[in-house]
C-alpha cells in the first residue's frame, strides 16, 4: 500500500495519471490499476479522472494532505 499511496502523491503532482506514469516510468494501465487498488484499500474515489480533467474528491484531498509531505520527507532522505 505504501507503493500506491507514494504514486497518488506523484499523480497529484503531476497532474494526471499520464503524466505521473511518463516520469515515474511506468505503463499508463499499471498506474490506473494501483490508484484503483489504492481506492479500493482505501474504500473511497480519490479523484475524478476523464480525458480532460482531473479533480480531485474531498477525499482525495485529505488523502493527499496527510500523504505528502511524508512521501516528500522520505524522497529527501533516500
Not at 507503493?3 to 503531476?14: A, M
Not at 479523484?47 to 509531505?69: C, K, M, N, W
Request: charged share 20%; net charge positive.
Amino acid at each position: 500500500m505504501y507503493d500506491d499511496i507514494v504514486l497518488f502523491v506523484h499523480i497529484v503532482r503531476q497532474q494526471g495519471l499520464a503524466p505521473a506514469a511518463q516520469k515515474l516510468g511506468l505503463p499508463a494501465a499499471t498506474v490506473t490499476r494501483r490508484l484503483q487498488r489504492l481506492e479500493a484499500s482505501a474504500a473511497c474515489k480519490l479523484i475524478h479522472r476523464s480525458a480532460r480533467q482531473f479533480v480531485f474528491t474531498p477525499d482525495g484531498e485529505a488523502f493527499y494532505l496527510a500523504y505528502a509531505g511524508l512521501v516528500e520527507q522520505l524522497e529527501q532522505t533516500q
